[in-house]
Every structure is written in C-alpha cells, then in structure tokens.
C-alpha cells in the first residue's frame, strides 16, 4: 500500500495570506464576470464572448481540431463544436482538412476572424488602460510580472482529479 505524501506545513501568517489573496481572487472573479456578462450584448453579429476563447486560441497556437480546443480551454467538446459552428456560419473560422488525417479537420481563423479579434483587443486594450490610467508605470510592470507567476504557478499546481474508472478498478487488491 503506498504511502500519504507528507502534509505540507505553513505558518499562520502564510495562511492568513493565502486566505487574502483567496478573498481576493473570488471577488476578482466576481467582477470579470459580471464584466463579461454586460460586455456580451455588445458582440459583434451575435456572438458569443466566449467564443472569442476559440479565436483568440487559434491565433494564438495555430489550427486544432475540436477535441485539442477542448482540452485546452478546459471545455466539453460539445460547448467547443457549438461555439465553433457559430464561428464558422459567422466567417470568423474555417474548416480545413487536417493533413495529418484527411477524414478530420482543423479549424483556423479567417482573414475577417483576425481582425475582428484585433478589434476586441483594441477594445480590451483601451479598457484596461482606461483602468490603469492612475496607476504608476512601475505598478503596472510588477502587476503584469505578477500575474504571470500567479498563472504559471496555477498551471503547475492544478489539482489531479481521481480518474473515477482507476478508483473503480482498485476492488479488493487495493
């Protein structure tokens, strides 16, 4: 039988920080939300904002099939198909045959894809300057500086979930 790893100690103080920067990061993500939420309405042609994720990802990392959006957008690949097909009906994506196996495709931003995603980030850019306005440049440089550990850090530390057919399997023998 494998051993519990050692639990890990911290210090009250790093405790009662990490509880802060978790009081923190709720009512951030409270506000992003909220934000998002009134922000939807002014999509263009309709679409959803959180389709603008499967843009910005294609642009960013290149074409990939349905099942690669997924995973990366941590997403079922059913909101990532939904997503995409307005995507497509809407001229922002394409179809295109995956040259590594003719009977899948990939998708891949468009020529009017790229510059409607310009677009929202030059909207998204101005907004978040407009905010920043006030604050000094070195403030701003350390948020960025900051936030990068914070997310690096986040995608080093995501929790594993039990995979439930591993913990089925266990029976008797475990």
Known sequence: MPSAAPEEVFSAVELDLAD????????????????????????????????????????????????????????????????????????????????????????APTAEGLRVFEENRKQRNKWLARMLADWPEEDRQALNELLDRLNTGIETNIPKVADPMSAQGKGADA
């Open 20 to 107: 802060a920067l978790g009081v923190q990061l709720v009512r951030f993500m409270r506000l992003i939300t909220k934000t998002k939420s009134q922000v939807a309405a002014a999509g263009p042609d309709g679409i959803e904002r959180a389709a603008y994720a499967i843009l910005f990802h294609l642009i960013h990392e290149g074409p990939q099939r349905t099942s690669r959006l997924a995973d990366a957008l941590h997403a079922e690949i059913s909101t990532i198909s939904r997503q995409s097909s307005s995507l497509v009906q809407h001229g922002l994506v394409e179809r295109q045959a995956d040259p590594e196996d003719g009977r899948a495709c990939l998708l």
